[in-house]
Structure formats: structure tokens, C-alpha cells
């Protein structure tokens, strides 16, 4: 029976290949993923000083998973059910699979609901519980800064940044094609037009901000410790293009009808690096990630010891976890492993809405070795535009990762419990993990609007 379809990581695409005869069975997956699509995070007076033109209406409000994003999660989620049947994952009886199912999401709207939509195709006809904090407490799995439970120097992140990136005037070169093509976006223009146009009156130019790339003196919390000043400004102005075509809007609306799906994907890249800026650079991801990849390891070691673990997600028989947060947290975990994607359509590393690393964990039928196997995986743009059914014939784009340090030779590039568990614990700095005796784990919430 089919499974998962993927290829080598930033590779050619390999032949479609079956999971289920290769001598391994899934014991647990792991979907670490980002929420599905939203509107924009910004107020329509935020924007208005970055554009004279107005943005389009998600009809929802700020920051909240859209009505189309509801439904691309529900598709994702029966995609996986359909693919954990075939792997014996799951049993078709809803009680039964939820008894050894987990949810979770940081307390954000968008990420409580995206978790529970793909919940209800995962497992449909039964009520998800979602843990989660309270919508908008902090919640230190994924801020430990802000929580207390990491303290960041600044100043070192911010000098280690200095020393990776050069400095600002060096990524404002590095991207400029990037910078260039958001402003022809926003003040309505052709790219490449020389001189470019003024910025027209009332407004800020978010492309020509300075990049101080310099230590954040007040309000430091998890994402916010280096200043990125015209990479924060710029991604913002232009983060709602990904979020207008993936949620159906006409195409009139889409940067106002400026941008092809070349370029509609081109200037993500400047998301992307801001993302490798705060979360892949080493200090920093140690910093911020560590808390998050220690839950997760633990979830996996007790899944292989059959034994509670302090500090895990679920229990010693949760065989699916689902951990559903934001693309910077997905873009830090990876960054401790020291992996790489790139899914059709989209720039490398770009984390699209739903999109999620797997962890599987397997076991060899022949010498009864637990096994990691890592993807990528992340509905198209067009099959979340259209609202694509999946199915094992029509999966998501997938990418199968190699693991630098762990994958072994070969097709399966999986990588050996004992050798994955060993990479993450030299890559966690435990200095930045939360004590588990002093953790007070988050019950189901209940009452998340959804609209």
C-alpha cells in the first residue's frame, strides 16, 4: 500500500516509493507543523503606512485562521488518516484512535484551530482536545523567553548575527532584487523601472529601512532579541500575498494583481532569511528551540521505552502528536538537526501554511531497532488555493530530509533512534530547558472562536 512519497532535501525528485513493505513499522508519528492560513497580522491602519492601497478582507479577524484555512486543515488531516490506516497507525474507530492520539498548539487562535480542524479529518466524528494555555498567555514551550525559562544575552546574539550576516548593508544587497520587487508591489509600478518612482506622500517605504541587526534593548521575547528593522517592515508589508492566494482570493487581489507565481514566491525569501536570522543562527536557535526540541525528543523516548517521561507530550502510548505552533518555531527545531527542504513551488527552507515537519519513529522487523525517519510535508499552493482533495495517489508535496551526522546510505536515509537522540541532546542547550518538575502542562481549551 502506498505511504508517503518524498525526495532528497534541496534534490531531484526520487520515484514515489511505499513505506509499508520495507521492513519497518511505524510505531508513532510526530507532526510538528505551522498553522494553516490566516488573515494578515497586521490592522488595515498598520498596512496603511506601508501602502496607499488598501489590502484585501480575509473577512475574519486579525491574525484569525480563515474559513478556507479551516477547510485546507480538515483536508490535511484526512490525508494523514488515510495514511496511517494503510501504515496500521490507525484503526478507524474514532474512540479507539483518539485514546492514542495528542494534541497541541501555542496559545494563538490560528494555531488552536488549525490543530483542530486537521484533528476532525485525522479523526472525524469525535470532539478534538487541543492543550493548550490560554489564548495569548505566554507559553514556554515556544517562548521561554518571555516565560522566564531561557534567559538571552542580547548583545551575543546579536554579535553572532553580525558575524553569519556581516551586517545590514550586506542583506540589503544580498536581497535586493527582493526589496526592489515588494516596493514595485507597493507603490504600484513596474519592476526595474529606473529611477523608481517616490514613495507617494503619507507613507513609509518599508523596503528602505535601515537593518541595524543590533541587540533589542526592551520588550525581548522569543523572535524578538536581534533588531532586523527593514527585514521585520518588509516582510510585513508583503506577508499577506502568500496568505491572499493560498485563501482563494480572486486574483485581482492578489498584490494587486502584481505579482505572478514566480514572484509571488520570490519575494518570500525575504520571510525566509529574517527566519534563518532570528532562529537558525546557533546561539539563538539554542536559545529559543531548546525547550521545544526536548518536549519533542521526550515524546519520542517514551514512545521507544514504553515508559512516562517528565516533560513529554501525551503519553508512553500517544502514537500520533500532533504539535501545532508557527513557521519560526518549525524553522528552529529544524535548525537544530541542521536541516534543509525545498518543496516545488517554493523557495528552500520557506515554511508554507500547514506545512510540518514528520518525525516517524520505526521499528526494524528484523532486529527490532527504532528507527527516525524525517520529512517535510506541505500542501501545494495550488491544493490549497483550490481546496485540493489529497489522497495516497494525490499526497502533499513531501520531501524525505537527510539528517547531517545521522542519515545512513541509501534510499531510506533513515536514521538510528540512539544516533537521532544523541544529535538533538548535543544540539540542546540544557541551560535552556524548563526544569519538568516545574512544568504545569496545559489542559484542553475550550470556547477558541473561530471566526
Same mark, same amino acid.
Given at each position: 500500500?502506498? $505511504?508517503?512519497?518524498?525526495?532528497? #532535501?534541496?534534490? *531531484?525528485?526520487?520515484?514515489? =516509493?511505499? /513505506?509499508? %513493505?520495507?521492513? @519497518?513499522? &511505524? ?120 516565560? $522566564?525559562?531561557?534567559?538571552?544575552? #542580547?548583545?551575543? *546574539?546579536?554579535?553572532?548575527? =553580525?558575524? /553569519?550576516? %556581516?551586517?545590514? @548593508?550586506? &542583506? ?280
Amino acid at each position: 500500500m502506498p $505511504g508517503l512519497w518524498f525526495m532528497l #532535501a534541496i534534490g *531531484a525528485p526520487v520515484p514515489a =516509493q511505499t /513505506v509499508t %513493505n520495507d521492513d @519497518t513499522i &511505524l510505531k508513532q508519528i510526530v507532526i510538528f507543523g505551522r498553522h494553516g492560513v490566516r488573515s494578515p497580522t497586521l490592522s488595515p491602519a498598520a498596512y496603511a503606512v506601508y501602502s496607499p492601497r488598501p489590502y484585501p478582507d480575509f473577512g475574519v479577524p486579525t491574525g484569525y485562521l480563515t474559513v478556507h484555512g479551516q477547510q485546507a486543515a480538515v483536508l490535511l488531516g484526512t490525508y494523514y488518516r488515510n495514511y496511517l490506516l494503510a501504515e496500521g497507525l490507525l484503526t478507524g474507530d474514532a474512540t479507539t484512535d483518539l485514546g492514542h492520539s495528542y494534541f497541541r498548539a501555542n496559545s494563538i487562535q490560528r494555531s488552536n484551530l488549525t490543530a483542530t480542524m486537521f484533528g476532525q479529518g485525522l479523526i472525524p466524528g469525535i470532539t478534538i482536545p487541543v492543550h493548550s494555555y490560554p489564548l495569548n498567555q505566554t507559553d514556554p514551550v515556544f517562548d521561554p523567553i518571555a516565560a $522566564g525559562v531561557a534567559a538571552v544575552d #542580547a548583545n551575543r *546574539a546579536a554579535n553572532e548575527v =553580525q558575524e /553569519v550576516y %556581516n551586517s545590514g @548593508t550586506a &542583506l540589503a544587497s544580498a536581497y535586493s532584487a527582493e526589496f526592489s520587487l515588494i516596493r514595485s508591489v507597493l507603490y504600484n509600478y513596474q519592476q526595474g523601472v529606473e529611477p523608481p518612482p517616490p514613495t507617494p506622500p503619507g507613507v513609509t517605504d518599508p523596503t528602505a529601512q535601515p537593518i541595524p541587526l543590533d541587540a533589542v534593548t526592551t520588550g525581548v521575547a522569543t523572535g524578538n532579541v536581534v533588531n532586523l528593522g527593514g527585514m521585520t517592515s518588509a516582510g510585513q508589508a508583503a506577508d499577506a500575498f502568500i496568505m491572499e492566494y493560498a485563501d482563494g482570493l480572486p486574483l485581482a487581489d492578489l498584490a494587486w494583481g502584481q505579482l505572478t507565481m514566480d514572484t509571488l514566491s520570490q519575494q518570500t525569501r525575504i520571510a525566509t532569511v529574517a527566519e534563518a536570522i532570528d532562529f537558525r543562527t546557533p546561539y539563538l536557535d539554542r536559545v529559543q528551540s531548546s525547550n521545544t526540541a526536548a518536549h519533542i525528543l521526550r515524546s519520542m523516548k517514551q514512545a521507544v521505552l514504553g515508559e512516562a517521561i517528565p516533560g513529554a507530550f501525551g503519553s508512553p502510548t500517544t502514537q500520533v502528536l500532533v504539535v501545532t505552533s508557527s513557521d519560526v518555531f518549525v524553522t528552529g527545531l529544524a535548525g537544530l538537526l541542521n536541516a534543509h527542504w525545498q518543496l516545488p513551488g517554493y523557495q528552500p527552507d520557506f515554511c508554507p501554511p500547514g506545512g510540518a515537519l514528520v518525525f516517524e519513529l520505526r521499528q526494524s522487523k528484523d532486529t527490532a531497532e527504532f528507527l527516525v525517519r524525517v520529512f517535510y510535508t506541505a500542501q501545494s499552493l495550488d491544493q490549497l488555493r483550490n481546496l485540493t482533495p489529497l489522497s495516497l495517489t494525490a499526497p502533499p508535496e513531501t520531501a524525505q530530509l537527510t539528517i547531517p551526522g545521522g542519515s545512513r546510505p541509501g534510499a531510506s536515509l533513515d536514521v538510528r533512534f540512539e544516533t537521532f537522540q544523541n544529535l538533538l541532546q548535543k544540539a540542546i542547550g540544557r541551560q535552556y530547558v524548563q526544569d519538568p518538575s516545574t512544568e504545569v502542562p496545559p489542559g484542553v481549551l475550550s470556547g477558541v472562536p473561530t471566526q
